[in-house]
């Protein structure tokens, strides 16, 4: 079997019923950590229950969302706790789960506490509507990418953003077969530009790569949200009646109607098929 056919392998999922996952990635400085905390925090607001998945190292989301920090999947390894460990909720109902580790340090985990994690975390999933997550840099870790249901590409108008999305869009594109692609155009002065953004990637990926782009909205360039980010607090809640705050409440609105994904194969819980993934990407890479 090719790599090809290995990685395209690893979005088949079991019958059970769980809620979309839908993955913000992007290059370096696009936002996507902002993009994702502010739609789940939006997202409580609208009582949609919201479980936002925190993949990148440094409890960057309960920072920004003003949540007490929590261990992560890495750290339970040591401390050989429970999801409990991982988990903080807030009071309007969304659900912060922190999963910051490594392929190797995912491989290394015992099966005992795999065991128990997942059938952890497979309740407290079902519990919710949709799923969000923050996912780690792909040149570190594709597996979020490679498994999420719906990818959101989170670009800016800058020259390196729209460079380094591309690079991103081409690899998951030819090494795990993703297809589909929802895009979000960040930090844009307004609709023209986020428009012309969107146009010119849309133009460059149809040159060179058979994939679907779907234009999803932007989020205005606006000082309201580093303010909030001073407060410690997302901005759909400081500054409600702010632009961005509006953008990002409308956008959340739209957010389940962007579910389509690449296969409609009903998956098996998230945390399961993450660690199925880690074992195959470990394969795959010779780790």
């Known amino acids: 079997m090719s790599a090809h056919d290995q990685a395209s392998g690893l979005r088949k999922r079991a019958a059970h019923d769980y809620p979309p996952s839908f993955a913000f990635f992007g290059a370096e400085?696009?936002?996507q950590s902002t993009v994702a905390g502010e739609l789940a925090a939006a997202l409580a607001l609208q009582r949609q229950r919201p479980l936002l998945i925190d993949h990148q190292p440094g409890q960057s989301q309960a920072r920004r969302l003003g949540l007490p920090t929590t261990g992560s999947l890495a750290s339970v390894a040591v401390s050989l706790g429970d999801l409990n460990e991982l988990m903080v909720s807030n009071r309007h109902g969304l659900t912060l789960i922190n999963l910051a580790a490594s392929v190797d340090e995912r491989t290394r985990l015992s099966p005992r506490i795999w065991r128990r994690l997942i059938n952890e975390f497979s309740s407290v999933e079902q519990n919710s509507a949709l799923m969000l997550?923050?996912?780690?840099?792909l040149a570190e870790d594709a597996g979020p990418?490679?498994?999420?249901d719906n990818l959101v590409l989170v670009i800016t108008p800058s020259s390196d953003s729209l460079t380094g999305g591309y690079a991103?869009?081409?690899r998951l594109a030819q090494d795990y077969a993703r297809r589909r692609f929802n895009v979000l155009v960040n930090r844009a002065a307004n609709f023209?530009?986020?428009q012309a953004v969107f146009n010119r990637l849309q133009r460059v990926a149809g040159d060179y790569l058979s994939v679907g782009l779907r234009w999803v909205g932007f989020v205005p360039d606006d000082n309201t949200i580093r303010k909030s980010q001073t407060l410690r607090r997302p901005v759909v809640e400081a500054f409600p009646d702010s632009e961005v705050a509006q953008a990002y409440l409308q956008l959340a609105q739209m957010l389940p109607l962007w579910?389509?994904?690449d296969d409609d194969a009903i998956r098996n819980s998230y945390l399961e098929h993450l660690l199925m993934t880690s074992k195959a990407l470990a394969d795959l890479t010779g780790r």
Do not use: F, V
């Not at 997550?133 to 840099?137: A, H, V």
């Not at 990418?145 to 999420?148: E, K, Q, R, T």
């Open 29 to 31: 400085k696009s936002g």
């Open 133 to 137: 997550l923050d996912t780690p840099p």
């Open 145 to 148: 990418c490679c498994i999420a």
């Open 168 to 170: 991103q869009l081409k």
């Open 192 to 194: 023209d530009e986020a």
């Open 259 to 261: 579910h389509a994904p």
